[in-house]
């Protein structure tokens, strides 16, 4: 393998938002220490594979991969492969066994490691770095981003949560804010190097503290709107727990702070939510979505549901469907049960729902919703809305993707506007997850 190819590296990113700024930083870390990005896996002397552990199967979802990288150091000898992220702080017995072509692991605390751990490797050994650090940030890390349109920063890591099916507190660590000053100085070179929409991010970014003067988030939305005038702002996730009015009032108060909200409500039956921990109930939930609803008028909410968790009856599922029917989310993430090791649903409860059931109900949890979005998009037809073009449509090179601030994805012939551009579109048309539209011109 010559220097160069020894010296470069591809990394393949899964999971949340999260993990893909985390490959952002990755990939600083390591081009700080002399690698290079390669642009395609192909040329690499190194592939990173940044993983995802939330859901069922997570481990077998890439052991087929591990296939297909086992052929490829046959052939191109010395290539290394190391597993990052969620899998491996998750599994890290397990990892090592599951394929000979892995040379190293990182967990999300130990990336500042990565080089140390790629030249040991080269050396010949097999290793892991996967203590957690509840002090780590890499708020010093300017990352690698993928685009100059849009871009993730993270304002915390790490999740205290325990909610009982979820892996992120044990993947992830103890939950820490970022300094308010550094995400506010982030933001402002973002929006002065032309960037037109941020997404701030965290595992429930309504517990956000400042480590240094305790500001909120609130307080941080409202700085990164003016710290950003010209530039949509966005965040994710928001816990029913722990939303206030006060957050929603910053959005209201604030046109480039994006009226959507993504809130998970996971069930729509109070047993399950205290099975799963969660911290509220189906009544509190209703009553903040009024509170949303009622201070800015044109919000989306969107939310998050597990079908089939431990215990669950028809009963609970009908009441599901129920708050499905009654809320009318703009869109759902919609998921069946699965069992993930360690966590207080597997210690504590059985999964006793059994597969069929869950999938049936996640079908007709999914078939509801569908009715519920696509009815939400026609009713938008004839409407004019801010697009912020994001990049050519898949479909056709004179077609433009975009989203509105509700994050609704809308299509539109390009009519000489160019990704990065905002843009009045009139509403046309709708297929189930995808709005068309025309520009208007004024
Ligand atoms: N911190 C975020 C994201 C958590 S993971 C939040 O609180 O919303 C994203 C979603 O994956 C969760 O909201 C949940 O709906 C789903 N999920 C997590 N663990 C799961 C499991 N064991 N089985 C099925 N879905 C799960
Ligand atoms: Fe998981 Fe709950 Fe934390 Fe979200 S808030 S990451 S679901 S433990
Ligand atoms: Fe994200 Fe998956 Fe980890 S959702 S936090 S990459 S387990």
Known sequence: MTQQRAKSFYIHTFGCQMNQADSGIISALLQNEGYAAASSEDEAGIILLNTCAVRENAVERIENYFQHLQGLKKRRRGLLVGVTGCIPQHQREKMFAVSTAIDFLAGPDTYRALPSLIEQARAGARLAALDFNAAETYEDIDPQRESSISAFVPVMRGCDNMCAFCVVPFTRGRERSHAFNSVIGEIRSLADSGCREITLLGQNVNSYSDPEEGRDFADLLTAASLAAPGTRIRFTTSHPKDINERLIRAIAAHPNICNHIHLPVQSGSDSMLALMNRGHTIGEYRSKIEMIRSIIPDVAVSTDIIAGFCRETEDDHRKTLQL??????????????????????????????????????????????????????QASVGKVVEVLAESVSRRSSEQLMGRTSANRVVVFDRSGREPGDLVEVEITGATSATLIGQVVHR
């Open 324 to 377: 499905l029917s009654d809320i009318r989310f703009d869109s759902a993430f919609m998921f069946f049960y699965s069992t993930r090791p360690g966590t207080l649903a597997e210690r504590t409860l059985s999964d006793d729902v059994p597969e069929p059931v869950k999938k049936r109900r996640l079908q007709e949890i999914i078939d509801l919703q569908n009715e519920i979005s696509a009815g939400l998009f």
